[in-house]
């Protein structure tokens, strides 16, 4: 299963047309923005000293759903948490712990 595929959440980011284009929905538009909310938020609350505000709450959490669902099944790991929502978030917010490390990590050597 891709990534939060039942939400419209691929990697295309909203449905594919008859001629294989792939359409932003509202609906997935708002959903993206409500997932990326909440795991930017929970990865915050995780990796201390990273409170961005709600608009990088939902940036970092919407990179961080790219991120993991790259770096997740690159790495062999995958998982279900039966709700296809709660699995999208907490892919999300794995992608986004990731990614606030690394931005850690960065600022540190500067």
Do not use: C, Q
């Not at 201390?48 to 099944?73: D, E, H, R, S």
């Amino acid at each position: 299963m891709e990534l939060g595929s039942d939400l419209g959440l691929s990697a295309g980011g909203g449905r594919l047309s008859a001629a294989g284009e792939h359409h932003m929905t509202v609906e997935s538009l708002i959903i993206w923005i409500i997932v990326g909310a909440i795991a930017g938020f929970l990865a915050g609350l995780v990796v201390k000293g990273y409170g961005l505000g709600l608009v990088g709450n939902i940036i970092v959490g919407i990179v961080g759903a790219f991120l993991a669902g790259w770096l997740l099944p690159t790495l062999g790991l995958s998982f279900s948490l039966g709700n296809p929502l709660i699995t999208t978030i907490a892919y999300a917010t794995i992608g986004a712990i990731v990614l606030l490390l690394l931005i850690g990590l960065v600022r540190r050597a500067n």
